[in-house]
């Protein structure tokens, strides 16, 4: 025993030296081992990034394109609430079948967001590592979500408008006039003549109007701060993948 306590005290610094370049591999050997794991799981992040702002990109342009008929309809729909007004439904069929053609219209925002909806399911999003990019990506299913429900109000009231419409105009004569393209129908436009004054004094299609306005009116107000929030996003992502 005073053998070894006396190596000891001789040696202690070739031992100390000793424990301590282990001590430093292992901590090296872990360090590395990190640095390729972060190293690879922003390599990853990057990549979904990348892909993310390509569906941002995609569906901020599909809600413009949207946005831009939702202003056309409220145009019209000006237009018919002046000609309802001013009683002016005399001589005027191939116009107000061409404006009546826009009621017609009905448009769906596709709001599956496959690379989007994986970040959220796998947890992905926790791992974020921008704090803003976090929180402007929670916002927008609930941006979304309060988008489609106007969205759905005008898709359910489309049966009520068809049903007061058919008493007063015929559908022919709607298509021939069709405000994007034109659709020859195969009957006469006085076939069935149509019958403005009566359906501008329908209280049924008065209320027609002023539903679909005020559901037009709400999802122009939630596409704009849609396209908004989306672009900070894309920006974002930009900002994130340039400082990688």
């Known amino acids: 025993m005073k053998r070894i306590f006396t190596t000891l005290a001789q040696k202690w610094p070739e031992y100390l030296l000793e424990i301590l370049v282990i001590t430093i591999g292992i901590l090296g050997a872990f360090a590395l081992n990190n640095w390729n794991e972060n190293r690879k799981t922003r390599k990853q992040e990057i990549e979904l990034l990348t892909n993310l702002r390509s569906d941002f990109e995609t569906r901020v342009e599909e809600i413009k394109t949207i946005q831009e008929v939702r202003s056309n309809i409220l145009q019209v729909i000006d237009t018919l609430y002046l000609r309802i007004e001013n009683k002016e439904y005399e001589n005027r069929n191939n116009e107000l079948d061409s404006l009546l053609s826009y009621l017609y219209i009905s448009y769906r925002f596709n709001n599956e967001f ?52 058919s008493e007063y105009v015929l559908a022919n004569n709607l298509y021939k006039n069709w405000a994007f393209s034109k659709i020859h129908g195969n009957l006469s436009d006085d076939y069935f003549p149509s019958n403005y004054k009566g359906l501008f004094t329908d209280r049924r299609f008065l209320d027609v109007l002023a539903h679909r306005k005020a559901n037009l009116a709400f999802n122009v107000r939630d596409g704009k701060a849609i396209i908004e929030l989306g672009n900070k996003i894309i920006k974002t992502i930009e900002q994130e993948i340039s400082n990688q």
């Not at 990019?133 to 408008?161: C, F, G």
């Open 114 to 165: 496959s690379s989007l909806d994986m970040l959220f399911s796998s947890g992905g999003i926790v791992n974020l590592s921008n704090s803003e990019l976090k929180e402007t990506l929670i916002k927008w299913p609930w941006l979304v979500a309060e988008m489609l429900e106007e969205q759905d109000r005008i898709e359910n009231q489309m049966s009520l408008t068809t049903q007061v419409l």
